[in-house]
């Protein structure tokens, strides 16, 4: 009985191709978290420089008295952050939707149940 012989040096242009499309993946893989950001780089510059300049007033000015401190901490969320992204953290205004852990937990354990008690 005679076996078919493959002939492997046809098959060197296709592990070429191969090779290249695997460079090519690993290549826009690599880039793809790059393009995730696609904001300005300054956008976030003014935020940081009235942070910088309040760092170097207190510097300058020794530290802020307790009112000082209250009165920064009641313009946002706090001292540190302000007023910056509050409308993109979680409040219970804006998270009215979601369902909680508790409900979460009902759900699956009800689900058990009707799996093990059909």
């Keep these: 009985m005679k076996f078919p012989s493959i002939n492997f040096s046809n098959l ?8 290249a499309l695997l460079l ?3 290549w826009i893989g690599s880039a793809v978290p ?15 420089k ?3 300049k309040d760092s170097e007033q207190v510097l300058r ?8 401190v209250q009165a920064k901490a009641q313009e946002g969320i706090n001292e540190v952050q302000g007023g910056a992204d509050k409308e993109k953290m979680k ?7 979601s369902t909680s852990v508790e409900e979460k937990i009902k759900e699956g354990m009800d689900n058990i149940r009707d799996i093990f008690n059909p």
């Design 24 to 26: 090519a993946f690993l």
């Design 50 to 52: 009235q942070i910088q």
């Design 61 to 68: 000015g020794g530290p802020p008295s307790l009112e000082d």
């Design 91 to 97: 409040n219970p205004a804006n998270s009215q939707s």
């Design 12 to 19: 060197r242009p296709l592990r070429f191709l191969m090779a």
């Design 34 to 48: 790059s393009w995730a950001g696609v904001s300005s780089p300054s956008q976030g510059e003014d935020a940081l």
